[in-house]
């Protein structure tokens, strides 16, 4: 997989086009402020009349949808992704001059089907890997943070170097710019979020705080060790893999881990390291703390797991409909 620099990209592309971009929430006012500074283009940012004196505090134009996108060489769509179909319709295929290009930082209206652009109009997506208020605090302290782009469409035969352009313009080219497709950037960011990062994550240390409370221990210790601590473990995880946290940790601290493998290597996986951890005090404490069963325990009855990714699946368009 290539990953691409400031060098590889023209910045002359974006520079001297009007772009308009649309929502200034956490990715909105990142892009916006960011190109301001490259000097790339005209941002001007239209979401709703409350946002529009944040936009003008910080030296942009700001302008009603339907007039902010005539015009426009570029089209950034950076509202919440449950209201791009609407919009799209009432707004922007009305406005948006032929040959244009419309843009997105996540796939999922265009992967899922609920946006139809026209035939003309190019379709990219520039999307960092970050809240957009760290592509600005990162941007702004001289670096930037790992970023894709993705062409669906691009009779213009321009597309990937306007998105690389873009891209680097906001800072994804001081870290690194992987080109990828709105399939698999919409799949894994909403597999990553909704099942580890904002699921699977809260719903761990939620749990374990309550487990702990529930158990007589302190909340204060509870979230010193459920939530506190997890920061730093995942630091080190980011420095230099999981490697690198298991050297860190002490052996108490990996009992858990060596117990998973264990029973990973009792089911065939290859990369499993049988060990008893049964005798270790530590796994004593543990099933003193869960012989309360408190609420979220394994031991609740879950539905098949095919029946939950079917939900989860008519969840997702659902939402998006709505």
Known sequence: MKVYYDKDADLSLVKGRKVTILGYGS????????????????RRPAQGRRFMGQGEEGGL??????????GADIVMVLL????????????VEP???????LAFAHGFNIHYGLIQPRQDLDVWMVAPKAPGHTVRSTYAAGGGVPMLIAVHRDPSKKARDLALSYAAAIGGGK????????????????????????????????AGFDTLVEAGYAPEMAYFECLHELKLIVDLMYEGGIGTMNY???????????????????????QAHARSTSAHPVGRVRQGVRAGKPRGSADAPQPPAHDRRAADREGRRAAALK
């Open 80 to 91: 919440p992704d449950e209201h791009h179909a609407e919009v799209y319709k009432e707004h």
């Open 175 to 206: 870290a690194g710019i992987i080109e990828t497709s709105f399939k698999e950037e919409t799949e894994t960011d909403l597999f990553g979020e909704q099942t580890v990062l904002c699921g699977g994550c809260v719903e761990l240390v939620k």
């Open 95 to 101: 406005n948006i001059k032929k040959g244009a290009s």
């Open 248 to 270: 860190s940790i002490s052996n108490n601290a990996r009992v858990r881990r060596v117990h998973l493998r264990s029973k990973d290597h009792r089911r065939g996986h290859p």
């Open 61 to 70: 134009t700001v302008a009603d949808l339907g007039e902010a996108i005539k």
């Open 27 to 42: 990715q909105g006012h990142a892009h916006s402020l960011t190109c301001r500074n490259r000097g790339q283009g005209q």
